[in-house]
């Protein structure tokens, strides 16, 4: 049985962290963060990088969910509307059984906190605050599993949605 996963929310909110702990948790699984097609140098949003990175990440699912040695696909992205949602599940040329799809979100104070970390970090720009939090409505609306992480850790955010993942 192929059982793909979905976890959505802005940036900062924690999914590629929590989709590590989940990650551990489930056997026979495979994790692909969409950022890791986005990862360029210079980053350019253009109607062709958008189309090449769709296409890359739609590859790459439907790849791993050909593959018989995984049960588990965890895909963790910035998707702020259904529709590109529904856009790589168009795009995945490979079957599943199930499809589970998380939307993390946090309060403003702890998602500008965990930002302002990764700013010291060097991991993120300043202007990244600015845009995830003008994003962070959008997420709300979704229609997904949702779980605010505001003040639990990934742990315990993954141990949860493996609660929801195994019903």
């Known amino acids: 049985m192929k059982h793909l996963v979905f976890v959505n929310g802005t940036m900062g909110v924690g999914k590629t962290t929590v989709c590590q702990q989940l990650k551990s948790m489930l056997t026979h699984c495979v994790f692909l963060d969409g950022d890791w097609c986005w990862d360029m140098n210079p980053f350019m949003v253009t109607p062709e990088t958008k189309e090449m990175v ?3 990440i739609s590859t790459l699912l439907s790849n ?16 702020q509307e259904e529709e590109i949602i529904k856009e790589i599940l168009r795009r995945i040329t490979a079957g599943y059984d199930r499809l589970s799809c998380f939307t993390l979100n946090c309060s403003k104070e702890e998602l500008v906190r965990r930002l302002e970390k990764d700013i010291r970090e060097g991991k993120r720009d300043e202007e990244t605050i600015e845009r995830s939090l003008e994003r962070r409505s959008l997420y709300e609306k979704m229609e997904t599993i949702h779980l605010d992480v505001t003040g639990i850790t990934a742990q315990e955010a993954a141990r949860w949605m493996l609660a929801k993942i195994n019903q």
Do not use: A, D
């Open 64 to 79: 791993f969910l050909r593959c018989s040695v995984y049960e588990t696909v965890l895909f963790c992205w910035v998707m």
């Open 54 to 56: 769709l296409e890359n």
